[in-house]
């Protein structure tokens, strides 16, 4: 059992920046692959991000690069999700989860332990 924790969400006015860092409690996390996905009512979980905690890939959602960063703070022993720029459309429920193999993937489904979520509002 992993336990993964996000923290950092809230609410912040159009153009505003948020940082969202998410912890994992047990297990050896260098072999770990952490995604962030953000999910709104009534529609499917999006891949927002994703890096190998053990390093040499990282990636950004297309439609989000140039705003979003995916970053490791090994000091922390947590992985941060930085948002810039942000849109009323990036509201959502933010989500960090881990994939124990430590294989890239963008697919929900392939992430075997999951946060509680941290909500995100942006707003005038």
Do not use: H
């Not at 947590?78 to 989500?95: C, F, G, I, W």
């Not at 881990?98 to 979520?117: K, P, T």
Request: include cysteine; charged fraction near 20%.
């Amino acid at each position: 059992q992993v336990d993964v924790v996000e923290s950092g969400g809230g609410l912040v006015q159009p153009g505003g920046s948020l940082r969202l860092s998410c912890t994992a409690s047990a297990g050896d996390s260098r072999t770990y692959f952490f995604g962030w996905f953000r999910q709104t009512p009534g529609k499917a979980r999006e891949f927002v991000a994703a890096i190998r905690w053990s390093g040499g890939v990282a990636d950004v959602a297309e439609s989000l690069k140039g705003r979003f960063a995916v970053t490791r703070e090994m000091t922390r022993n947590t992985v941060a999700l930085q948002m810039n720029s942000l849109k009323p459309e990036d509201t959502a429920v933010y989500s960090c989860a881990v994939r124990l193999n430590g294989i890239y993937s963008a697919v929900a489904d392939d992430y075997d332990y999951w946060g509680q979520g941290a909500q995100v509002t942006v707003a005038s």
